[in-house]
């Protein structure tokens, strides 16, 4: 087995799909695999419900649900493809009920009903698969937030070798997620980490610190204005988050080191902070962003000049048949009008993580670059 | 709300059962909650399965399946309790098939059918819940394990002050999984991180590092013995993650500052690591054990004397519920035959998480103490 197809999180789809648990032989015979990936890039999903009348698969690789077939057991299954390298995600419909894939622990958990996940390797290995290259370490926290007077999570990436350079300090990403999303979700289900470790072994990417921040508000604070959340979540962010980082990691300071970038909610957030304080990150991008209103954009672009001073990157992206599409070209729009420099990256897709893990290895070249 | 609530893996809970999340009002109203703790509490599940003709609640603090309701929408619910303050889990059966919560992301992953899981907390809090105290960190790594060929994941927990006492060294605890889990399982489901910090903070237990590797084999060597895939796990634990540890923590080196621990599986591993190599751990904990067979076992006890003169602790602990319990029963009858100092710790429950949270708090403060 090459490496490249494990890592903590693939360990656990690898692990079930190879079926490598010491169990007794008589339950092994009886355990379902699902989904079991084929080298021909075929896919077949299993299912053991004797007693369902239909189960359809549905996932993101496919327009229309399709039907599982029952055999003498009881056990339904499909197989589709071939697909093309990719993560995916599916669920099944149980006689009208989703649910993820109740075999496959690699789960993207979610507000709703969660999905479950299976990755499909390239003959080279794309720039989301574990591969031999140096590996650095994500770090799990629990801070106190003063501004908000709560516990939260907080997960940061740190760069191979920053264990053993003692003396070197880093520039640092804030990468902010959706609303569906935790602190967890960008490297679960977005692979940051990897894509990370990928781009910095290809000197795609400067090594970096990517702090990973939870974006939702406590409640008591829901019935708040969606601007009050932005200004709660942005003074959590400024006035606990970032000193916090600065106590525990060796970072670069000053906006010409600092990067924030977020896709839908947490590319709203991305874009008032940035927008908001040129003078804190220098380096701003937006992943099929959630867009504020024309008044509160009208005041995030009222100095076109002092922008185009200060900050060092400015980069929209997002797929044209996202939701948010005619959204984010208001945004363009306005942005041309005001002579603010700026990327428009618009492309093929929807809103989902196929998109937003290719926008973070796209974006990941042109942060920190010195001679901008 | 109390900080005590709020993890980062009772966040995303916490989170979904608030349901803080900046969705569209029209969404929120038909998005269903479940599990809802109560004040009381009582504990209310709910699923939408309109099609569905019968809809069970199958749990650990169940003796037996309750069915769930159905109203007009289609939504099913039941609620029970008032339940004692403890992690629980439980599983729908739809029309026959098991599946965990869709709308609760606290899943506990699992080969065959995944679990969800609930905390009821407690008036006071108890010991695996998060409380204002200072907080360590978990590190998430990809190790490359030369014997075994493979890149691996490794949790690593180090203790609060950690980062910024930076010339203090912390004594190591290895803290094995079982059959069905992997590398983040001590965490995710089993809390280590939240067990030590409260632990910490209560000076229960010496301020530590605690490395959780993976402990499977990979495919390949699945037709290997039993014997034999724990000789791959032991190499790879001495030989690949100890010296990657000492590379990138600040550890105590030597027997008197090294513990190993495990359960089930992971039982069986410490065993043969901590009877096999007492020159490299000197504290060694079983929890509900597999146990190895009589003639390893005879060779792994051979020297008595040696033993009682080298371990500081042998811990053997396991639930009289415990499908493994006569086999711990026949190690201890042999611990005893052939005079070997060690603890018994043999307790209610069966073979389940309920039962390791309290182990791993029940013998830390038993670790590397200096006048034992």
Chains 1, 2 share one sequence.
Not at 138 to 147: G, N, T
Not at 252 to 280: C, K, N, W, Y
Not at 299 to 312: C, F, R
Not at 345 to 362: I, S
């Amino acid at each position: 087995m090459s490496n490249r197809q494990l890592s903590g999180h693939a360990i656990v789809l690898t692990m079930f799909i190879l079926g490598i648990c010491a169990v007794a032989p008589a339950q092994r015979q009886r355990s379902v695999v699902s989904p079991e990936v084929g080298a021909d890039r075929k896919i077949t999903f299993r299912l053991r419900a004797p007693e369902a009348q239909k189960v359809l698969l549905t996932a993101n690789f496919l327009s229309e649900s399709q039907p599982l077939t029952k055999d003498a057991e009881g056990l339904w299954a499909v197989t589709v493809g071939p697909l093309a390298p990719e993560i995916y995600e599916y669920n099944f419909v149980v006689d009208g009920l989703s649910i993820p894939d109740p075999v496959n622990p690699d789960v993207k958990v979610w507000r709703r009903v969660s999905r479950s996940m299976v990755l499909v390797p390239g003959d080279e290995p794309t720039f989301f698969e574990v591969q031999p290259v140096p590996h650095g370490t994500v770090h799990i926290h629990a801070y106190h937030s003063q501004s908000l007077d709560v516990t939260r999570g907080l997960y940061v990436y740190t760069p191979p070798g920053y264990e053993t350079e003692t003396l070197r300090r880093y520039p640092v990403l804030y990468l902010l997620h959706g609303s569906g999303d935790t602190e967890r979700t960008w490297t679960v289900v977005g692979r940051a980490n990897v894509i990370l470790d990928n781009a910095i072994a290809q000197h795609q990417a400067e090594p970096m610190i990517v702090v990973m921040p939870y974006g939702h508000i406590p409640t008591g604070d829901a019935d708040r204005s969606r601007a009050r959340r932005h200004a709660a979540f942005a003074t959590d962010l400024i006035e606990d988050v970032m000193p916090y980082v600065r106590r525990h990691y060796r970072i670069r300071s000053g906006p010409e080191h600092t990067a924030v970038t977020g896709l839908s909610m947490g590319g709203a957030q991305a874009l008032r902070l940035g927008l908001g304080h040129p003078e804190l990150f220098g380096w701003l991008g937006a992943f099929s962003s959630a867009v504020p209103g024309a008044e509160e954009l009208d005041d995030l672009l009222a100095e076109p000049e002092s922008l185009n001073a200060q900050l060092k990157l400015l980069w929209i992206g997002c797929g044209k048949r996202d939701f948010l599409f005619e959204a984010n070209q208001r945004l363009l729009a306005e942005l041309e009008a005001k002579d603010i420099e700026h990327v428009a990256h618009l492309t093929e897709g929807t809103h989902e993580w196929r998109v937003w893990r290719r926008y973070l290895n796209e974006i990941l070249p042109l942060l920190f670059k010195t001679n901008h």
